[in-house]
């Protein structure tokens, strides 16, 4: 990893590409094609795109891009969190001419329609906060809605006429997930934390995030695991104070970082070198892992993370970092 800084507007597309809808979504799916159409149906109804769409926009940051590329398709433009520091599972002659836009700023509907899309294809978040009607005005648009990142790309490939393909790399995926489960056994057991600027100290106890869904798919039980007292949780997540780290009491403890993120470093050497933070088992026993948590994006970035995950939960040592956690009392 390298240090990037980012000026705070980014800091808040962050936390709000992270917030879910409380729109209700439908899964994505198709229910009629020809050889020239296919009609799906999702979350905002019923809309007939092209069989095989050459022109496309994409509107789920780096997980829906990353689906798409994985599709053989380059889209014509994509919101992501970062325009400029895009994850490493995304090479850059991946999105050579793509135009790439933050998530944290007004898309520019103008822009999109001098673009001539032929389908628009988006997360149902996105495609609400920008507006479907709006949208549907320029291209035919369809929105995903999976409850994690397998599903979505299952819809994803779904819509393009590629469902065949779609089955059998998932398949492959879930009898990896299931050999791994069965390797590690029973009774394993994680944190799954983040340390953001400020010094705020938030805890992961299932999805949307993927590394806590990922880890309850292995069978690895959650420490918290959501049912505690006072613990106040939305979308799995809770933030705490430094006086609760003793809610931390996993064998392994998973960091998920960002070095892009002006402050954090700061703030996790300074969290890192408390005492109460020393009294953490994982960090007493040299079981702390650091994730980037914007490097796994879509359906390859889960399967990277699961390789990553039993990397660390096999293995004994501490992982992190070198550019940015290097020194730190992790």
Not at 143 to 158: K, P
Request: aromatic content about 6%.
């Amino acid at each position: 990893m390298h240090i990037r800084k980012l000026l705070l507007p980014t800091l808040l597309a962050l936390a709000l590409s992270a917030c879910r809808s409380t729109l209700d979504t439908v899964p994505l799916r198709v229910t009629s094609e020809t050889a020239t159409t296919r009609t799906i149906e999702h979350t905002f109804g019923t809309t007939e795109i092209p069989a095989a769409p050459q022109r496309v926009i994409a509107l789920g940051e780096e997980g829906l891009l990353a689906d798409l590329l994985d599709a053989g398709i380059t889209p014509l433009a994509s919101i992501v969190n970062l325009p400029d520091y895009l994850p490493a599972l995304i090479a850059p002659q991946e999105v050579a001419g793509v135009e790439l836009y933050s998530s944290s700023t007004s898309v520019s509907l103008e822009r999109l329609a001098a673009l001539e899309p032929d389908v628009i294809i988006g997360t149902a978040f996105f495609v609400d906060r920008i507006g479907y009607a709006k949208l549907s005005q320029i291209a035919p648009t369809i929105a995903v809605a999976g409850e994690n990142e397998v599903e979505n790309y299952a819809q994803t490939l779904a819509a393009l006429g590629l469902a065949d393909e779609a089955t059998s790399k998932v398949a492959a995926f879930e009898a990896a997930l299931q050999a791994a489960r069965s390797q590690l056994g029973s009774a394993v057991d994680a944190s799954v934390a983040a340390i953001y600027p400020g010094n705020s100290v938030a805890v992961f106890t299932d999805r949307p995030r993927t590394v806590p869904w990922l880890l309850r798919q292995l069978g690895v039980s959650l420490h918290p695991d959501g049912s505690e007292e006072g613990l106040s949780l939305r979308d799995g997540r809770a933030f705490i104070s430094l006086e609760r780290l003793d809610l931390l009491s996993g064998t392994q403890l998973f960091l998920l970082q960002n070095d892009s993120v002006e402050g954090e470093a700061d703030s996790l050497a300074e969290v890192s070198a408390n005492p109460l933070w020393q009294q953490i088992p994982a960090v007493q026993a040299g079981r702390v892992t650091v994730l980037d948590r914007l490097g796994y994006p879509g359906f390859r970035g889960v399967n990277a993370l699961l390789q990553d995950l039993m990397e660390a939960l096999n293995s004994c040592r501490i992982t992190k970092s070198p550019a940015m956690f290097a020194g730190l009392s992790l």
